[in-house]
């Protein structure tokens, strides 16, 4: 932040200097990699007007202009194994230069075309089914190594140590992707765990989603051919002298069903046997004679390089209460539903179990873990007879509560450590305003982002599911995309969307990686993720080549969807979710909701049209956008004239539909106006009550607030009754609830049978509170400019929203203080932002801070807190 600045400083410099996407460290993905760099400045409005790079071997480039964002490599392609420095500096429209950056190091992580070479070896006599276990190999060092880097993978999940030392703290290794199209390598550096001599590698491993078996209603099977996980790995060592050794998995390495983890699974857990542990199993020396060598599994596709964050462990929470429940079992609290894994210390006699099964709630005073249906979510510890310390490792769960059984003696609270774990990225949001239940809710809902961005986007993580639904993050994207830097993870995840949306003929199925047995079906909202989820990190994160290479993909969604629409241009019939969830929805019918499916679905084609169409401009195709452009207003007027009456209803007269009809721009300004009113008087009727579901959620606030009815959606916000957003905040909720009343008032979990407490689509509503409530928005890609128009919903007194852009600290706020609103912008430098405040002109203001003082437009008699 500028404030933050040295003065000894000079007036600018250059930090955060990256390469590629990924936000923890320098990796070239592919042999040119775009740059990134942040100026801090405290010069108001300072701009760039020239950079310089300089790469070590690579000379220096100078590039005139103020790009500062995911510029083009202006170097010569960078070879596999390759390592160089690379530093930036600036000179501001003023002429005056920037030192250096702090140097970073740039670690090229690809492999070249036919390079790789390992082969995929698995356990010659698994012990049953999706059996973990052990490989390993011996080899010898005879010179100065100056580099080595280990490019591993799995079917499955590994993790791999070389001379008794785990490469690096990533877990459930390489993630989850559509595992027969696109399987995805990590490239560690070990040069630091190589020694000259004798050295050995081992890698342990579980069948992790390659094994799991997918499916509902008794039919879950496996999906992905093989029932035996398997690893690859090839460890590159470049010596002082220039020569290059590699060691590789293939039918030379041994294997065993042996170490700690007998059995493991991602919905079941782990179960773990200390006594199984073997000491020195990965260093040279151990005796793996009676170790079988390994067998070799088909490897369909060639591993590339990840291009996004690892999954790692993020936190650690103690316990907060120890209950005993009424049936006199022990349950530990950690205070927060999260998504990990338990770490106890232990001590008793050799073969004692000690068993913990998880649960997000609790129910009549026991576990509740109804809600999980098929998933055991249970951990079982079978001690050494020693000090054990152990957490299992090819697992996770989502809790908040822990039930323990078999605890020798008493269990000591200081003993058992929750530990957080999902995919590494960085916080980049944060919002308070004046009413604490709005700020647990924000929090919420970044608990809720965080259990479930665990290597793929899900809609849980807790029960027999946890899959990469579609429309759950086509809801929840721009909110995602503002409280971290999800950027790269989206954009690895739209890759599998991709080849799987193309296996299926054009259709974007239910989920991504597709697992389900009828999951190749288009559904509004769902399968819109193609063309949405695409603009979104373009509209955040300023990325234009997400476009480039998602184009296809988006293209293909909407061809296929006007196919189907035929001359009528309207998605009609077949199986839709439609307003998914919508609260007057029966608890076992989640699709029954207000609004006609065809409805949604028609209005879901136009809007992806539009987005197709924009694409295309984007990357200058102007054919294609003037098609699509021709494809959304066939459909639009389509829907006018088939869902709305002259006079501005809908058929569904319901707050999806006039939401809709807003926020996709699907009707002129006049009528556009009249259905902002009916939806406003739709949500009084209702109490001020929500009445949306999945698609109408994330947009009813916008939909009132640019109709002129903020104070309708101020009371929308801070309602406590069932339903609404603070209901469950009310209910102690720590995370966002799959459904508005997913615990009911009495306490007692809904009856329906899908019933989660950390699903995140609901808490979409989170992007309008730094768009709208703070007035913190994109008004160019990437907030190359800020769009700051704050709204002061009634029922608030001050709210202000950071966002760690690409350009930098932005800011946000304002507070109400006798009849005066005091806003107050931060604008991160080399960017600008477009200002409009209520009953005052717009302006365009450059870097810097920035304060106004305004009249409260709001009636006197509901600035304050309103809540009831
Ligand atoms: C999931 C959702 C998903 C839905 C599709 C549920 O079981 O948890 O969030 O989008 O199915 O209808």
New binding site residues.
């Given amino acids: 932040m500028s404030s933050d600045l040295d003065p000894s400083l000079p007036a600018a410099r250059v930090t955060a200097v990256r390469v590629g996407r990924r936000r923890d460290g320098a990796f070239a993905a592919s042999p040119a990699p775009r740059v990134s760099w942040v100026v801090e400045s405290d010069a108001p409005g300072w701009r760039q007007a020239a950079a310089e790079l300089r790469l070590d071997g690579g000379g220096v480039v100078r590039l005139d202009g103020d790009e500062s964002h995911v510029v083009d490599w202006p170097f010569a392609p960078m070879p596999p194994h390759a390592r160089c420095t690379l530093e930036v500096r600036v000179t501001g429209e003023s002429g005056v230069t920037t030192p250096w950056s702090e140097p970073v190091t740039v670690r090229s992580v690809f492999l070249a075309d036919g390079e790789w070479r390992a082969e995929l070896v698995g356990l010659a006599e698994p012990d049953g089914e999706a059996c973990p276990g052990l490989v390993r190999t011996e080899f010898d060092v005879d010179g100065d190594v100056v580099s080595a880097t280990l490019y591993a993978t799995a079917h499955g999940v590994y993790q791999a140590a070389i001379n008794g030392k785990d490469v690096d703290d990533d877990v459930l290794k390489p993630g989850w992707t559509s595992y027969g199209y696109r399987l995805e390598h990590e490239a560690t550096d070990v040069t630091g765990l190589v020694v000259r001599g004798r050295n050995a590698i081992g890698i342990r491993f579980a069948g992790g989603w390659f094994t799991e078996k997918y499916g509902?209603h008794g039919q879950a099977r496996r999906v992905y051919g093989s029932d035996q996980p398997a690893v690859a790995a090839q460890l590159h060592l470049l010596y002082a002298d220039g020569a290059t050794q590699v060691v590789v998995t293939g039918p030379g390495w041994r294997g065993a069903v042996a170490g700690p983890v007998v059995s493991s699974g991602i919905y079941d857990g782990e179960v773990v046997d200390l006594r199984r542990a073997l000491p020195g199993w990965s260093e040279p020396g151990f005796d793996d004679g009676a170790w079988p060598a390994v067998v070799v599994h088909d490897l369909d596709v060639v591993p590339e390089s990840s291009d996004a964050e690892p999954v790692r462990r993020t936190q650690e929470l103690a316990v907060q209460q120890v209950l005993t429940t009424p049936s006199g079992r022990t349950v530990l609290d950690f205070g927060q539903n999260l998504v990990g894994r338990l770490r106890v210390r232990v001590r008793g006699a050799a073969g004692d179990v000690v068993t913990v099964r998880h649960a997000e709630v609790m129910e009549d005073g026991e576990l509740g873990v109804r809600p999980l249906r098929h998933a055991r979510a249970t951990d079982e510890i079978v001690l050494s007879g020693g000090e054990d310390v152990v957490e299992p490792e090819f697992t996770f769960h989502g809790f908040r509560y822990a039930e323990v059984t078999g605890w020798p003696g008493e269990l000591d609270p200081a003993a058992v450590t929750a530990v957080v774990v999902g995919s590494d990225l960085r916080r980049t949001g944060w919002f308070e305003c004046s009413d604490p239940l709005v700020n647990r809710l924000h929090e919420n809902v970044v608990w809720g982002m965080r259990g479930n961005f665990l290597s793929v986007p899900t809609?849980?993580p807790q029960?027999d599911?946890r899959?990469g639904?579609?429309?759950?993050i086509q809801v929840f994207g721009p909110t995602a995309a503002t409280l971290f830097d999800s950027d790269a993870f989206l954009a690895a995840w739209l890759k599998d969307l991709a080849v799987d949306q193309a296996a299926a003929g054009g259709v974007c199925g239910?989920?991504v990686p597709q697992v389900l047995p009828d999951g190749d079906q288009p559904?509004a909202a769902?399968g819109d993720a193609a063309t949405v989820v695409p603009t979104v990190l373009f509209e955040r994160f300023g990325d234009r080549a997400v476009l480039a290479e998602q184009y296809p993909s988006m293209r293909a969604w909407v061809d296929m969807l006007v196919e189907r629409a035929g001359e009528r241009m309207l998605w009609e019939g077949g199986f839709q979710?439609g307003d998914?969830?919508d609260p007057d929805s029966p608890p076992d019918h989640?699709?029954q909701a207000k609004v006609d499916p065809d409805v949604v679905a028609s209005a879901h084609l136009v809007r992806s049209a539009r987005l197709v169409a924009r694409a295309a401009r984007e990357l200058g195709m102007a054919e294609d956008a003037e098609h699509y452009d021709d494809v959304a207003e066939r459909a639009r007027q389509a829907w006018v004239r088939e869902y709305t009456t002259p006079a501005g209803r809908i058929v569904s007269d319901a707050q999806t539909a006039y939401a809709m009809a807003i926020a996709y721009e699907l009707v002129d300004a006049d009528t556009r106006q009249t259905m902002g009113d009916r939806l406003a008087e739709l949500v009084r009727r209702a109490g001020d009550r929500i009445g949306t579901g999945?698609v109408g959620t994330p947009i009813i606030a916008d939909a009132l607030t640019d109709t002129g009815h903020a104070d309708v959606a101020g009371r929308l916000l801070l309602q406590t009754g069932v339903p609404s957003w603070l209901y469950a905040v009310t209910m102690g909720a720590t995370t966002v609830w799959?459904r508005w009343d997913s615990m009911l008032p009495d306490g007692s979990i809904n009856p329906g049978q899908?019933t989660?407490f950390n699903?995140y689509?609901f808490g979409a509503v989170a992007d309008w509170l730094y768009r709208r409530v703070a007035g913190l928005a994109p008004g160019a890609p990437g907030y190359r400019r800020l769009r700051v128009a704050p709204v002061p919903v009634d029922g608030l007194d001050h709210a202000s929203a950071r966002l760690e852009t690409a350009y930098g600290t932005a800011e946000a706020g304002w507070r109400a203080e006798d009849g005066q609103l005091r806003v107050h912008v931060v604008v991160p430098a080399n960017t600008t932002a477009y200002v409009e405040l209520p009953g005052a002109d717009a302006v365009e203001v450059g870097a810097g801070e920035h304060e106004w003082t305004i009249p409260d437009p709001r009636p006197a008699g509901e600035r304050s807190l309103a809540t009831v």
Avoid at 469 to 472: A, E, S
């Fill in positions: 509902f809609d849980c029960r599911e899959l639904w579609t429309g759950d239910f989920v559904a769902w979710f998914w969830l989640p699709a999945f799959e899908m989660s699903h689509a």
